[in-house]
């Protein structure tokens, strides 16, 4: 798994990390403490990615 230079985990735009099935946000991905609501925000964001990732897989023939 790759890293950022602070620690945190790193992701692309959606949340998703250089580990298959690995879905990272908020302060893990910047590895120091942030606001409460940019964390929510970035979770929210890496859930839809995570759903659109599962449904994806669903319906993949």
Known sequence: METTELGGIL???TGKSTVSGLFAAGEATT???SQLILSAAAGSMTA???N????EEDFSF
Do not use: K, Q, R
């Open 52 to 55: 659109t990732e599962l449904m």
């Open 48 to 50: 839809v990615s995570i």
């Open 11 to 13: 992701t692309d735009g």
């Open 31 to 33: 590895g120091a403490p």
